[in-house]
């Protein structure tokens, strides 16, 4: 996993699993120096029309971002919403792995959170596969 995949899960993860996680890999050493504390504002959102493939500006939404350093190396999260401690944890948590303190902890959180979101998808399709129109060649 890389480390743009692993920030994309570790947005999406429960507050309370990150926030577990992140004070577990503490435990046993200093604390990180937190680098940009976190902190709330707004991210504008674009995305591409999926037929001609033209982007636009959907809005804005609310997001939290933090930085942090551990063991030497820097980790980073953004989340949406305004849950900072969230955003603290997962900026934890990728400077952990990015220092190898806690990569196959952090790895098996992200698998679930992936395997959530699969779930999530599956059952989102299953429930608007009726309503698909097929329309046949003449």
């Known amino acids: 996993m890389n480390r743009e995949q692993r920030a994309a899960l570790l947005?999406?993860?429960?507050?309370?699993e990150v926030i577990e996680l992140a004070d577990a890999c503490l435990e046993a050493a200093p604390p990180p120096k937190v680098l940009v504390a976190p902190?709330?504002?707004?991210v504008s959102v674009q995305v591409r029309e999926p037929i001609v493939r033209d982007r636009f500006l959907l809005g804005d939404v609310l997001a939290c971002r933090a930085e942090v350093e551990l063991d030497g190396a820097r980790g980073w999260?953004?989340?949406?919403?305004?849950d900072r401690a969230a955003a603290l944890a997962a900026a934890i948590l990728d400077?952990?792995?990015e220092s190898?303190?806690?990569r196959t902890e952090v790895d098996e959180l992200c698998a679930r959170v992936a395997e959530r979101q699969r779930l999530a998808e599956d059952t989102e399709w299953a429930?608007?596969?009726?309503?698909i129109v097929e329309f046949e060649e003449l």
Request: aromatic share 0%; hydrophobic share 50%; glycine share 12%.
């Open 11 to 16: 947005a999406v993860a429960e507050p309370a």
């Open 39 to 42: 902190e709330v504002g707004c």
């Open 77 to 82: 999260a953004m989340r949406l919403g305004d």
């Open 95 to 97: 400077a952990a792995v």
């Open 100 to 102: 190898g303190r806690a």
């Open 127 to 131: 429930e608007l596969a009726p309503t």
